[in-house]
């Protein structure tokens, strides 16, 4: 039993014996199996005799014209049972996830420097890879001039997608009429997903041609569609199966197509079990991750700080395929508003195209990144104005009447941001700390400290209408335990433990009597991906749907066999209560078994409501959303530029919680990678060769718990959802991860305060020890009196 619960439990004692099964904390339904190292992962699936083992060959440059691959002396390499090109495929060459244009293996030429060439097949790992690793020695490539940064590709108007556009009033004017002006250029780096269990596929042959793949993967149906495809198969032809994922964060949405697509290709060819799992340094080259962004905006405002109008051209790094990228972009742009309303916008999405990695989805998926630009903007204004950020930016948050509805013409409903806000701020004592800060930075010439307070608007649904839908099947045993298949995946979020809590709500079931098996696309079919924060929305409501319907069949027979009506039973703690007497649960199904009640269900749920314009970006592309707001408080050693969180306080608005300690740990957890991102997970190309140096645990650094801060104080905001969402609850997977934004925002405010909050910090993100120190040296040279008028013509006043 985790904290959370027992503290929920000792402060109500009755919720150990109540009949809710939803809105109470319950342990993850695998996490027993988790801390005893018995829950079962892709790789722990026990091998088929004479199961085989893949391994990649990979482009050694970035660019090129492939003439020609010595296949021989390949397969001359000790252990090699075969190797596999392009020529090998027998179906489509392509797992382009929305535009074909991602070959599987390449074909023609390589676009980027890690791109699999080649498939190594071998009686063991090991000599798979030694196999693999020649590819140097046995690829004959022809260079050919490479793109490598998202701005030379920009220059060239190089893009995988068509640019993006979104206008509301005349933002032009608007700016120009101000008696303000700002106009800014910064850069948002990129982030790795590091799941723990990185890429894996196994693929078994089973009979008449056919495959099972256990594959690690947020979207089980697509690596059905992409493996029959491969394969000239029909979709009945593949099975995909995927109990449990060691994390995903958007890097197993569409990026998993490769493994599972070679493991196959390779099963089916050989007729043998084949598996496929990357060495980490190979699952960084090969694999994209979060878009990194560049920012150019014009914003013009008052004295203040209201924004009146503001431009801003927003260039991503796509990487050398389309992927998710068109719709990471358009996602960016719709967050870009943030919690503000913004009369007069303009918005101009570029998805650039380079000879890298190809980025995906990843947590936020573009809603981070858009938010992350109108925060840094807001910062930017209140220094100007030498005024309190926060006091700048509840002057521009959402109201009402006109100031309700968004750019995209979405009214903001059930907004909660001016109330949460003002609750953290006084839970926090955030004005006391400020002057408490202000004082102490005052007598420190060496360490600063800073605070920041930022807030969170965003929103919930796929921003592709038909992938807002979910099937679910629930199976009631006559003794009472019952058996819940749904299309999404677990991936340490707590899904499944959602879901099964939401079944036994339905059925009046103790908690151990419900299963939830594992993700298959032979029980639920034409899936949606586990992403954009909708997994218990989704499959909560669909399996919902299936046990409701067992429950009416049940009721109304246990009303014609006991009396009363339909309507009056109830059931609760595995009893019934039918005209006035208690019957047990077990009793009623094998009552109704005798008679032939059926007793499972298959459920379908669809989001109502949603509607969206992709080429005008307009219309109601979020059923609902989510708010919240963080305060963090930062050191800053101003002679090495190393930094340390202090205290952060979180209010996160999940709606009424299916479970308040997963819903916790989500918060938190979504907090500290959002600042890992913003503050030390720097990612590094080679200028010349476009080689990703920081390819390893070695070089590339994410959070760990000595990185939380020592005072963590979380707690869930008290709402319920406008919108008929699952027990009026609310998604927590992405939108907490923003919150981390407070973090970078109190490193920028004490790296301010060396010039004493007249200068604005040219701060990176990542907030690196390297970049803070140069920020640092900057507000110093710009504080020196002769500095002055030339730091504010840097800093781009108009």
Known sequence: MNRAVESFLASDPAAAHSAARVGVPRPHESAHLHVAGAAPYVDDIPEVIGTLHAALGLSPV???????????????????????????????NDCGAIVHDEP???????????????AVIATERELARRAAALARKVLDIEPLPAVLTAREAHALGQYVVPPAHLVRGDARAAIEAAPRRLKDRFTLGGQEQFYLEGQISYAVPQEDGTLKVHCSTQHPSEMQHVIAHVLGKLKHHVQVECRRMGGGFGGKESQSAVFASIASLAAFKLGRPVK???????DFMITGRRHGFEFDVEVGYDDEGHILGVEVEMLTNAGWSADLSAAVMGRAICHFDNAYWLPHVAMHGYCARTNTQSNTAFRGFGGPQGAYAIEHVIDTLARRLGRDPLEVRRANFYGVGERDVTPYEQKVEGNVIAPLVAELEASSGYQARRAEIAAWNAQSPVLKRGLALTPVKFGISFNVQHLNQAGALVHLYTDGSALVNHGGTEMGQGLNTKVAQVVAQELGLSFSNIRVTATDTFKVVNTSATAASTGSDLNGKAAQDAARQ???????????????????VRFANDQVEVNGQSVPLQELLLQAYLARVQLWSDGFYVTPGLHWDAKAMKGRPFYYFAF??????????????????????LLHDVGKSLNPAIDLGQVEGGFI??????????????????????????????????DAPAVFNTRLFDN????????????VGEPPLLLGFSVWHAIRDAVSSVGEHRIDPPLRAPATAEAVLDAVDAVRAAATPAAEPAAAETAGAV
């Open 628 to 649: 919240g707001a963080a305060v963090s408080e930062v050191v800053v050693d101003t002679l090495t530029g190393e930094s340390r969180l202090l205290r952060a306080d």
């Open 276 to 282: 496929l799992r990357p060495d980490r340094d190979d």
């Open 62 to 92: 970035a660019h090129g014209r492939l003439r020609a691959i010595d296949l021989e002396a390949l397969r001359a390499q000790p252990g090699v049972v075969a190797v596999l090109s392009a020529a090998d495929i027998p179906g489509a």
């Open 673 to 706: 990678q959002g600042m890992g991102w913003l503050t030390m997970e720097e990612l590094v190309w080679h200028p010349k060769t476009g080689a990703l140096l920081t390819h390893a645990p070695s070089t590339y650094k994410i959070p760990t718990a000595n």
């Open 104 to 118: 599987i293996l390449a074909q023609g030429e390589v676009q980027y420097l890690g791109q699999p060439v080649f």
């Open 720 to 731: 319920s959802n406008v919108a008929d969402s699952i027990h009026r609850s609310k998604a």
């Open 550 to 568: 067992i429950r009416e069949r049940l009721a109304a027979f246990a009303a014609g066999k006991w009396g009363g009506t339909a309507e009056d």
